[in-house]
């Protein structure tokens, strides 16, 4: 899985808080929604008065719907990531690449009222054919990958300072920063440490937008 490279240029980024000349970061959480862990960051950005991006997997918002609804109601965006996360299946082909994307998404409609228009790539669009990459962009879809990481999937057993530590280091010097993080159920570190992260950047002088 990749974590590192450059924001795909067909993204357009949408700045909530600020004009594009200022310094932004984008709180991204992959893989969730999960009780564990999805509600303790909820709470977080909540206090902090943060909106952050959610990419779902449908498969475990079936069983979390109030999660996925809570977190549109305090304003985050809901973007699709996946419905099954099973890389084989989803990139067998451009058609059951947008199969399981429109699963996810008529889920986040269903508990949303509203479909996405933003998606992630399992393991970041780095590597793959422009084909697959094509057919997301011609159903309407911008996609987003990350140029920053906590590097939580990477890391076993990190503890909230190493994923501090990691936004840290592969964000330095960075104007723009989309930032990778996850909300599964064992990623209870990354709850842990949202709170410092928030910190840093704020006293970095950036303002947290979404997508």
């Known amino acids: ?19 594009s000349q200022q310094s932004c970061v984008y709180l991204t959480f992959d893989d969730g929604p ?18 952050a991006t959610f990419f779902i997997v449908g498969k475990s918002a079936e069983t979390r719907r109030p999660i996925v609804k809570r977190a549109f109601d305090e304003g985050h965006t809901i973007g699709v990531h996946s419905y099954t996360h099973d890389y084989k299946k989803i990139y067998a082909s451009p058609a059951a690449l947008l199969s399981d994307i429109e699963r996810c998404n008529a889920l986040i409609e269903d508990i949303t009222g509203v479909k996405s228009a933003v998606y992630r790539f399992p ?5 793959l054919s422009g084909e697959l990459v094509g057919a997301v ?21 990190a503890t909230a300072e190493d994923l501090l530590n990691a936004a840290k280091s592969t964000s330095a010097d960075r104007n723009h920063v989309v930032l990778l993080c ?6 209870t570190s990354t709850a842990a440490a949202l709170k410092d992260i928030i910190a840093y950047y704020r006293d970095a002088g950036y303002v947290f937008c979404t997508f």
Do not use: C
């Open 137 to 157: 962009t011609g159903a309407g879809y911008r996609y987003v990958d990350w140029n920053a990481s906590v590097r939580d999937a990477e890391m076993a057993n």
């Open 1 to 19: 899985m990749h974590y590192f490279g450059l924001l795909a240029q067909s993204t357009q980024m949408k700045i909530s808080y600020a004009d």
């Open 182 to 187: 996850h909300d599964s159920t064992n990623k």
């Open 123 to 127: 393991g970041g669009s780095f590597n």
């Open 34 to 51: 999960s009780d564990r862990v999805t509600p303790k960051i909820l709470d977080t950005l909540k206090d902090e008065g943060i909106k």
